[in-house]
């Protein structure tokens, strides 16, 4: 992780939020080539599940929701984590995961009074000092705000928690303003937000964070065939974007520890440094959030089914990605140390589907024709692939620079190509060079960015 981090900051992927004030625990702000980045994997994700597929539309809802929306979903309530205190250096935790990290035991949907139980019999102590630890208790993650000049229990508000409820708020217009039927997908990318208590290794766990969520809706007794499907092309999403396959893992939720309104529930796993973690839930939520909604609104969220000629309130299935998580996810993936010649080389080895660049442009010669004929090859190139124009420093350290920031082909022009009208091209992964004719270089680069 330590590399990981300093690889990031040193390149621009991601600093410290708030750095010169002494930061922020928890925030984090993407930088030049890390928006970039992010970017990428949004406008992927988007194409492999919307432009790709006829059945998945897009919505871009409210970050701020009138209040009931989370009464109706049940987060006013029910959002919270388990919070115990080091009661000698005032460090706090989440105890659930204290009581995982510490026993290996699930301890999803016990009470805080049982979790409580749990600390004392086995004597969990503070990891931070091995100080004695307070009683747990429920804290929610909700962020709150208020609408108006005035703070008062009459206008309370909240910063979403997560994206989906503004997707099952607008499933009426939805329906009556496309012409959906079932089954049918809305995607949503956005930021949503919680106060999280604990640190969460460096762009893991965040206050403020971004998911890539899909609500599937599906007639009810489809829910088990739609799932399969939509999880195995969701499964070709990781393959798509470079995910090695020993990197990912898949766990398959009981009874006892899936969310109560959950028919199936598979969560994916990633291996991170710090052990597989969660990366995605995939989940058979029911109808439970549409009907939940018409309850508190008065409003029937149902569609109108033309197999059946009946109105139904669909069952939804809902992949859900933490992008954050992702792009973590993906700087582990690719971060590679190897020896060249008994030097060490550092390369982030990410799909092109999704690297800042796609394509570096060096020329060797900074004056003349020669930079003339850079500049044109790479005024055109820009136009097709993701380019960047690069002639600070020696050769040498051009290419370890492009390495580290993922670049998958690097091209020189040098004092020959002026003569033969060819550039060197060089392979990322592999080193290896070709010359090829600059007029082939679209099609050579087509070839190789399938």
């Keep these: 992780m330590e590399d990981i981090i300093?690889?990031?900051?040193?390149?621009?992927?991601?600093?410290?939020?708030?750095?010169?004030?002494g930061g922020l625990s928890n925030a984090w702000d993407y930088g030049p080539l890390g928006t970039i980045l992010k970017n990428n994997i949004k406008n992927e994700f988007i194409r492999f599940f919307t432009i790709l597929r006829d059945d998945i539309v897009l919505l871009d809802s409210a970050i701020i929701q009138n209040p009931l929306v989370w009464k109706a979903s049940g987060h006013i309530e029910h959002f919270t984590d388990p919070l115990t205190d080091c009661l000698s250096c005032k460090k706090r935790y989440r105890a659930d995961q204290l009581i995982e990290d510490t026993l290996s035991t699930n301890v999803e949907g016990l009470s805080t009074e049982d979790m409580t139980k749990i600390?004392?019999?086995?004597?969990?102590?503070?990891?931070?000092?091995?100080g004695k630890l307070t009683k747990v208790s429920f804290f929610n993650l909700m962020f709150v705000t208020h609408i108006g000049p005035i703070e008062d229990v009459t206008n309370i508000a909240f910063l979403r928690?997560?994206?989906?409820?503004?997707?099952?708020?607008?499933?009426?217009?939805?329906?009556?303003?496309?012409?959906?039927?079932?089954p049918f997908g809305v995607l949503q990318i956005g930021k949503a937000f919680r106060n999280e208590i604990t640190a969460g290794n460096f762009i893991f766990r965040t206050l403020e964070f971004e998911q890539m969520e899909i609500e599937y809706f599906v007639d009810p007794k489809d829910s088990d065939k739609a799932f399969e499907e939509l999880f195995e092309y969701n499964s070709r999403w990781y393959d798509h974007i470079g995910i090695k396959k020993e990197n990912i893992k898949y766990v398959e939720l009981s009874d006892t520890e899936r969310a109560h309104y959950s028919k199936k529930t598979i969560d994916i796993y990633f291996k991170f440094p710090f052990g597989f973690k969660e990366l995605q839930s995939f989940a058979n939520r029911s109808d439970y959030d549409l009907r939940k909604h018409s309850e508190y609104s008065s409003k029937d969220l149902v569609i109108f089914d033309e197999k059946s000629k009946k109105n139904i309130y669909p069952y939804v299935i809902e992949p859900s990605i933490g992008l954050d998580r992702l792009f973590l996810a993906l700087l582990i993936n690719g971060f590679c140390i190897e020896d060249v010649s008994g030097e060490e080389r550092i390369v982030l080895k990410l799909s092109h589907r999704i690297s800042p660049y796609q394509v570096a442009i060096f020329p060797l010669v900074g004056k003349g024709e020669s930079l003339n004929l850079s500049r044109r090859i790479y005024d055109d190139l820009k136009l097709k692939f993701r380019c960047i124009y690069d002639m600070g420093g020696s050769i040498g350290k051009r290419y370890r620079r492009q390495d580290e920031i993922g670049t998958p082909k690097c091209i020189t022009i040098d004092p020959k190509s002026l003569e033969d009208n060819m550039v060197t091209i060089r392979d990322r992964d592999t080193m290896k060079q070709d010359r090829v004719k600059i007029d082939k270089l679209s099609e050579y680069l087509n070839q190789c960015f399938i």
Excluded: H
Excluded at 172 to 177: A, D, G, H, V, Y
């Design 6 to 21: 300093s690889l990031a900051k040193r390149r621009g992927f991601v600093y410290p939020a708030s750095e010169i004030y």
């Design 119 to 130: 600390i004392e019999e086995n004597n969990i102590k503070c990891p931070e000092c091995g």
């Design 161 to 182: 928690p997560e994206t989906a409820q503004g997707i099952f708020t607008n499933f009426l217009n939805i329906t009556k303003s496309t012409r959906v039927n079932l």
